[in-house]
């Protein structure tokens, strides 16, 4: 099994952008799909990134998603923050034994 | 619209074995597969199980294989998980989410429930 790694926590201001990164820790990163959840406070996930770059309707466009495999990383980029965007925010993807992997999380804080 | 109503959590003691489940609507459920994920006050999120849209496969997590079950009664448009031999670490948050691709599992969730709260304590 692989483990998705992403920061602890960040912050950034209104109106600004903000990148959360993913990194798999081994096997590549394009091999199977990383999909993205906003978890505000006391609320459950919520699709907003899935298949590596795909947006539900309904998510804003300020939401996008890439993988890179130079560093064998996704990447979840909000620009345009608005305070409503503080939350968590969870990588996910799927290991080829069938088994769903999921990041630790990420709070951000729009201050 | 998809809606997805867990009950069935509450304090159960060490060794108990609840029977949590997932009321489906808004959506054929005899046609997607569905997961069960887990959230421990304060954590990130787990992934549990899941069962195929008819069935016919189900795949755990380590951490439950052998004491969790997941099943499905698409007469009924309902999920369960079955929960043996809980343990403290068992303690959380259970989600019910659909997989967003007809048949068999995408391995991802485009609705959850609202979750059920499993406390274990003696």
């Known amino acids: 099994n692989f483990l998705l790694t992403q920061p602890h926590s960040v912050s950034e201001s209104p109106g600004k952008t903000v990148t959360i990164s993913c990194t798999r820790s081994s096997g590549s990163i394009a091999s199977n799909y990383v999909h993205w959840y906003q978890q505000r406070p006391g609320t459950s996930p919520t699709f907003v990134i899935y298949?590596?770059?795909?947006?539900p309707s309904g998510v804003p466009d300020r939401f996008s998603g890439s993988i890179d495999s130079s560093s064998n990383s996704a990447s979840l980029t909000i620009s345009g923050l608005k305070t409503e965007d503080e939350a968590d925010y969870y990588c996910?993807?799927?290991?080829?034994?069938?088994?769903?992997?999921f990041g630790g999380g990420t709070k951000l804080t729009v201050l | 619209q998809v809606h997805l109503v867990e009950s069935g959590g509450g304090v159960v003691q060490p060794g108990m074995s609840p029977r949590l489940s997932c009321a489906a609507s808004g959506f054929t459920f005899s046609d997607y597969a569905m997961h069960w994920v887990r959230q421990a006050p304060g954590k990130g999120l787990e992934w549990v199980a899941v069962?195929?849209?008819?069935?016919?496969?189900?795949y755990y997590a380590d951490s439950v294989k052998g004491r969790f079950t997941i099943s499905r009664d698409n007469s009924k448009n309902t999920l369960f998980l079955q929960m043996d031999s809980l343990r403290a670490e068992d303690t959380g948050l259970y989600y019910c989410?659909?997989?967003?691709?007809?048949?068999?599992?995408?391995?991802?969730?485009?609705?959850w429930g609202q979750g059920t709260l499993v406390t274990v304590s003696s």
């Open positions: 298949e590596d770059n795909q947006r």
């Open positions: 069962i195929w849209y008819d069935g016919t496969k189900k």
């Open positions: 996910q993807s799927f290991d080829s034994s069938n088994y769903v992997v």
């Open positions: 989410a659909r997989d967003p691709h007809y048949g068999d599992s995408a391995w991802e969730f485009d609705s």
